[in-house]
């Protein structure tokens, strides 16, 4: 179904009415994450959605870091951000913009709620006032603060302001109704004492406005007219809009709510994030087994194949989890069709054609890919002595397995039809060699005998090749859902989520592989060159993914 045919979306249908009521006459959507981590595959489904939605109704999308919180927030993680989202192919509407840009508006509206006596210093203790808040079935009551006066509420918010009390000491709360309903709107917190150092403003301020406080008032003053939110912010919704309705805000955004990205097999709390890499399990966030887009961009994956798997799951109000299957059909249907094709022998087992002339090289051509003319053939250099996998040879065998067997045929995969004659084994039984003759008559063709090889392995030159190092990467978790039902996610880390090869050898080609530029190793997956680590003499190469679904089929078992 192509995106004309497929049907809108509700978000879609929304702000067509919302435009053709003429409740906005532009559409201006934004992207806000907090920079106190990096992106992860949740991320990516709104920054789709955001930018996508803006793309659709030729309106803008900012980028905006809401950093409100010193505590938790790096500069690494700003532009790590940024990178991410330009990487998706997304430009946000001009320079991108922080929250921290607000801090002196933000501030005077706290004082308009102080002097309009909807707000006030409270001195209860963080464990008082949780005390005081109720529960989901009982009523809060007020705090013994909450009927200062619009001077004494002035007076120490001021001192607040000026480093004068220390942190926990008291707080700025909005006075709405303690016995509502909904949580939220029991005095929340606007405004907290944090003697720390900001990334944007540095030592301006020791108070900071919450998330709540600042969220819609930045929205505002951006004229965002349609703010876009995953559906856990839903039970916020009447506090946003009593902020803005209760401040001179600039315009009037309109929240909508859907349901956030829930994927199987996967973690995608920046907490347990943040756990995995203070505790070592992973080497970083950008680590290739991390759901984060800068781990999934170092495996391999590409930003088409993220947004077309963003556009398959849909957008809804209805929470599910999303089978992991589907980003991996996506990324293999994207290198299937987009990948440049390879050949690399993981566990070489020397071959010599004993009838091939000593110090001669030919240099053979495969195609790039096998219905891309766009994309330029490889010369293959072939000699005397070749590798091929270890699995790929066996004295014996059964009719099931075409490869390359003692007294059998095989074809070389682009190149020739060899034959294996004999053996050569180490002290300990081991086969290091196998001698083969080469039927120089097959290539391109069958042999003239008739007898047709049963199989087609591949093969690099034992020569010039390059010599590289292979990590095979798989599902960081063995559990569908890892963090689910009180169980450690710990506990689920898969054994096996990572196996490092040395000494493979791939073609020659594979020399100028770019970082990130992704392969089909023909016969072994598709292939990355790793932007982190290895050299220009030994490049590592990161398996992105199967060239089949391997774990449905043991599921299947």
Not at 168 to 174: D, H, M
């Amino acid at each position: 179904m192509t995106s004309e045919s497929k049907p809108a979306h509700f978000l879609q249908n929304l702000i067509r009415e919302d435009l053709a009521e003429g409740r906005v006459s532009q559409v201006a959507t934004r992207f806000p994450p907090e920079p106190n981590g990096y992106l992860h595959i949740g991320h990516a489904k709104s920054i789709c959605l955001n930018f996508g939605l803006a793309q659709e109704f030729g309106g803008t999308c900012n980028l905006r870091f809401d950093d409100t919180n010193p505590a938790k927030e790096e500069e690494e993680f700003v532009d790590a951000i940024k990178r991410d989202v330009s990487w998706l192919g997304f430009e946000w509407n001009g320079e991108a913009k922080y929250s921290s840009d607000n801090f002196d508006q933000l501030y005077q509206w706290a004082l308009h709620l102080i002097k309009a006596g909807k707000a006030y210093v409270c001195d209860l203790s963080a464990e008082e006032a949780r005390h005081y808040r109720g529960t989901l079935k009982e009523p809060g009551k007020n705090s013994p603060y909450r009927d200062r006066s619009v001077e004494e509420n002035l007076a120490l918010f001021e001192k607040m302001r000026n480093g004068e009390m220390e942190e926990g000491q008291c707080s700025l709360r909005a006075k709405i109704d303690m016995a509502a309903p909904n949580i939220n709107l029991r005095d929340p917190i606007i405004y907290r004492i944090k003697k720390m150092a900001h990334h944007q403003t540095g030592d301006k301020w020791c108070i900071y406005p919450s998330y709540d406080f600042t969220h819609g008032q930045c929205d505002a003053i951006e004229g965002i007219s349609h703010s876009i939110c995953t559906l856990e912010f839903e039970d916020h919704k009447p506090l946003y809009d009593w902020l803005i309705e209760n401040l001179p805000v600039p315009s009037r955004p309109r929240q909508y709510e859907f349901a956030r990205l829930h994927l199987n097999y996967t973690v995608v709390s920046k907490r347990k994030l943040k756990q995995l890499v203070d505790e070592g399990h992973v080497d970083g966030w950008d680590d290739p087994r991390m759901p984060t887009l800068s781990g999934m961009r170092r495996r391999g994956f590409t930003p088409t194949s993220i947004r077309n798997f963003c556009e398959m799951i849909g957008v809804t109000r209805s929470d599910s989890v999303v089978d992991v299957g589907m980003l991996e059909y996506s990324i293999r249907d994207d290198l299937d069709k987009n990948a440049p094709r390879a050949m690399c022998v993981m566990e070489p087992l020397k071959v010599t054609l004993k009838n091939y002339p000593e110090g001669r090289e030919e240099m053979l051509s495969a195609p790039g890919h096998p219905v891309r003319d766009d994309l330029p053939a490889r010369e293959l250099p072939f000699g005397r002595t070749l590798y091929i996998e270890k699995e790929d040879f066996r004295e014996e065998a059964n009719k099931k397995y075409k490869r390359l067997v003692l007294g059998k045929k095989v074809r070389l995969r682009n190149a020739y039809v060899i034959f294996a004659e004999e053996v050569v084994k180490n002290d300990a039984g081991e086969i290091v060699e196998v001698i083969c003759s080469v039927d120089l008559d097959s290539l391109g063709k069958d042999p003239a005998d008739g007898v047709k090889p049963k199989g087609v392995i591949h093969w690099v030159s034992a020569v010039n090749n390059v010599e590289c190092e292979v990590r095979l990467y798989d599902r960081l978790f063995n559990d569908s859902a890892p963090d689910a039902g009180g169980k450690n996610f710990l506990d689920c880390v898969n054994p096996d989520n990572l196996q490092i090869l040395k000494g493979c050898k791939a073609e020659i080609g594979l020399a100028k592989a770019a970082p990130e530029q992704g392969y089909q190793f023909e016969r072994n997956g598709y292939f990355c060159r790793d932007s982190k680590y290895g050299s220009a003499e030994v490049p590592v190469f990161n398996r992105t993914i199967g060239l089949r679904d391997s774990w449905a089929k043991e599921q299947n078992k």
